[in-house]
């Protein structure tokens, strides 16, 4: 995990941007209305809350710029020099140092005027109090627009640096432009760095993170650096120097011993000699790079005693790689980490915290109680069986181990499933799921399991013994009440009967939808067909009653009189049994006869008048209409130009 996350930073806006959120918060948030009619406290403590809400909410604004950005003493020394190296330490502190005055000279505006405020003796003078305390305060943030817009580049920046940890396990891989080393940290970590013919192609640090002995590794990328004084080197050289410099890690300086990377072997001896000071405590080890395209050995006698005169020393390592065959690299990624955790243990074993672990330690020695010598007794048998074990399991492990950092394809791991202890020998390599049809095995897991089934399966057995005995009893029955083959015939009718019922009723359910009233459509929608059919399934004269229905109804309609054209009502007005003809109730409405139903629609326009007066759609309806919306209607007005502040 890295010191700082310069990702939450949030974003800087600039000094106009500044002056709109501030002063249309404050609109948002404080009253709006003022008349000369109010008492003149009212008017002071309406004006003094507009200044102090404006000054607070500039306050916070600033204080939390003030607190996302680092302060460069407080963190590591790595992103402090390489903060200076890419923004100018002093133009960085410049711009924060300006933002903490600003705020200070608005907190002592917006005082001094609240002051003032509390004399004022007119809703006028408190108004123009008002003005000029936002306007002084607006002036000092458009003041500071420069410094605004520089830390928003600088966020943006911080946001896209990788992020570094300065105490983590880490390799650092350094040399001149177009020597292989982001061609190397993409052969043995994830990282995905852009590699091109020509130098200078990575201008920034890069990481990259693998796993070495279970452990999370970061490989640092750093730019090439070419052989000249310090103050000459330009921002990107200066960001290898940086990590070179404060980052405690394993150093790999790459030599190009086929010298197409455009610069000769003497230079790059000649820039590991310039930078050997920042090696200092440090891991180092010199890797021969592109030895796909000559061989080390046949080099020039004077390239192989420069190089060996920058490894002549006992803590300098020297490898050969090729990342095109990829030969070495594995060779050079294991020396690199296992020097590096060689250090990091020794520094560990000489801090003063080792001397309060040792003092906490006791450790207790037994007093002999006679002369005689006690060994440990082991059977041959069981040594000579653990030996083995041993050995078989230690080479077993050697060989994964090897095509693991090969990164082998025949890589499978330690196949522990071989050591288990089952009944059946065939069982241990089978694949049990952790999850099934969507439930987790454990879940159901048992050790009783075995006992309970066997349990279950007896309380089946009984069962259906009961069942058997069950059936037998009820052929003997029904072999004692022997039944005609008339009976039978009606037996399985109403059975037939009972299964249409049934169906019907289920298909009646399945259907969704409310409740409806039964009116009188739904009555008359059986034919006298129907009705002579049901009434012979109950046993009835169904064809009498149908005609006999059938014939009054036709007698009643001879009966009524025919109206024609000059009886009707058409250029007249309905007569009194004509109006109660109409309104009288169908059947399934629910009135009892027509003055009931006008009563009935009576009542229901009265209930309207009620929801007709406020506007209402229902009783239901509970919107509250707002004719006069207050960003539309609030504000000042003067001369033809329409302020919201």
């Not at 050289?237 to 404060?246: D, I, K, N």
């Not at 037996?491 to 298909?507: D, F, Q, V, Y």
């Given at each position: 995990m890295s010191v700082y996350n310069f990702k939450t930073i949030q974003v800087v806006p600039s000094g106009k941007e500044m002056v709109d959120i501030c002063l249309t918060r404050t609109q948002r948030k404080t009253p709006t209305v003022v008349h000369p009619g109010y008492a003149i406290s009212r008017i002071r403590k309406f004006y003094m809350r507009k200044v102090k809400y404006?000054?607070?909410?500039?306050?916070?604004?600033?204080?939390?710029?003030?607190?996302?950005?680092?302060?460069?003493?407080?963190?590591?020394?790595?992103?402090?020099?390489?903060?200076?190296?890419?923004?100018?330490?002093?133009?960085?502190?410049?711009?924060?140092?300006q933002l903490n005055t600003a705020r200070n000279l608005i907190d002592h505006i917006a005082k001094d005027y609240v002051r003032l405020l509390k004399f004022g003796d007119s809703l006028y003078r408190c108004k123009q109090l008002k003005r000029a305390a936002l306007g002084r305060m607006m002036k000092i943030l458009t003041k500071n627009h420069t410094s605004l817009v520089y830390l928003e580049e600088v966020r943006q920046h911080l946001a896209r640096l990788p992020s570094i940890d300065p105490n983590t396990r880490t390799i650092v891989v350094c040399g001149y432009p177009n020597v292989g080393k982001s061609s190397f940290m993409n052969k043995i970590t994830r990282a995905e760095v852009d590699v091109q013919?020509?130098?200078?192609?990575?201008?920034?640090?890069?990481?990259?993170?693998?796993?070495?002995?279970?452990?999370?590794?970061?490989?640092?990328?750093?730019?090439?650096?070419?052989?000249?004084?310090l103050e000459e080197r330009n921002t990107i050289?200066?960001?290898?120097?940086?990590?070179?410099?404060?980052?405690?890690?394993?150093?790999?300086?790459?030599?190009?011993?086929?010298?197409?990377c455009g610069y000769s072997i003497e230079q790059q001896c000649s820039l590991f000699k310039s930078l050997k000071p920042l090696f200092i405590n440090k891991p180092i080890i010199v890797v021969m790079t592109k030895i796909d395209l000559i061989d080390p050995n046949k080099m020039s006698p004077e390239n192989q005693k420069l190089i060996s005169e920058i490894s002549s020393d006992d803590k300098i390592l020297l490898l050969t790689m090729s990342t095109?065959?990829?030969?070495?690299?594995?060779?050079?990624?294991?020396?690199?980490?296992?020097?590096?955790?060689?250090?990091?243990?020794?520094?560990?074993?000489?801090?003063?915290?080792?001397?309060?672990?040792?003092?906490?330690?006791?450790?207790?020695v037994p007093v002999p109680r006679d002369d005689i010598e006690r060994p440990a007794n082991i059977p041959e048998?069981?040594?000579?069986?653990?030996?083995?074990?041993?050995?078989?399991?230690?080479?077993?492990?050697?060989?994964?181990?090897?095509?693991?950092?090969?990164?082998?394809?025949?890589?499978?791991?330690?196949?522990?499933?071989?050591?288990?202890?089952?009944?059946?020998?065939?069982w241990k390599f089978d694949k049990i799921p952790e999850v099934m049809d969507g439930k987790n095995i454990m879940d159901f897991y048992d050790p009783q399991l075995l006992t309970k089934l066997e349990q279950i399966e007896r309380e089946e057995l009984v069962r259906l013994r009961k069942l058997e005995d069950d059936r037998v009893e009820r052929e003997l029955l029904e072999s004692?009440?022997?039944?005609?083959?008339?009976?039978?015939?009606?037996?399985?009718?109403?059975?037939?009967?009972?299964?249409?019922?049934?169906?019907?009723?289920?298909?009646?359910?399945?259907?969704?939808?409310?409740?409806?009233?039964?009116?009188?459509?739904g009555v008359h929608k059986r034919s006298f067909g129907d009705l002579s059919e049901h009434l012979t399934g109950l046993g009835l004269a169904g064809d009498d009653v149908a005609d006999a229905v059938r014939a009054r109804s036709s007698s009643r309609s001879q009966s009524r009189p025919s109206r024609s054209v000059s009886t009707s009502r058409v250029g007249r007005k309905r007569t009194r049994e004509e109006i109660e003809r109409s309104m009288t109730p169908a059947p399934g409405e629910g009135y009892r006869n027509v003055k009931h139903k006008m009563e009935a629609q009576k009542l229901a326009r009265r209930g309207q008048k009620e929801l007709a007066r406020d506007g209402r759609r229902s009783e239901a309806d509970r919107h509250v209409y707002d004719f006069m919306p207050k960003h539309l209607f609030s504000g000042k007005s003067s001369m033809g130009s329409r302020d919201y502040r």
């Open positions: 404006t000054q607070s909410t500039i306050h916070d604004k600033l204080s939390q710029i003030l607190t996302d950005f680092p302060i460069l003493e407080q963190v590591h020394p790595f992103y402090s020099d390489l903060m200076n190296v890419l923004y100018d330490k002093d133009h960085y502190k410049l711009a924060l140092g013919p020509y130098a200078f192609t990575t201008k920034s640090l890069f990481v990259g993170h693998m796993d070495y002995r279970h452990l999370r590794w970061q490989v640092l990328d750093t730019p090439g650096i070419l052989d000249h004084p050289e200066m960001q290898s120097v940086t990590a070179l410099a404060h980052l405690r890690a394993s150093i790999l300086f790459f030599i190009d011993i086929s010298e197409q095109v065959s990829e030969e070495g690299v594995s060779s050079v990624k294991k020396a690199a980490c296992e020097a590096l955790l060689e250090q990091r243990a020794t520094l560990k074993l000489k801090s003063s915290r080792m001397g309060e672990i040792a003092n906490r330690m006791h450790l207790a048998t069981v040594s000579m069986e653990s030996k083995a074990v041993f050995e078989e399991r230690q080479r077993e492990w050697e060989e994964q181990e090897e095509l693991y950092y090969m990164m082998d394809p025949d890589f499978v791991g330690i196949k522990h499933q071989k050591r288990y202890l089952l009944e059946n020998d065939d004692q009440f022997e039944l005609t083959d008339e009976q039978k015939d009606k037996l399985r009718r109403i059975r037939t009967r009972r299964g249409e019922l049934i169906l019907a009723s289920r298909k009646k359910k399945s259907i969704i939808a409310g409740n409806i009233a039964r009116t009188a459509d």
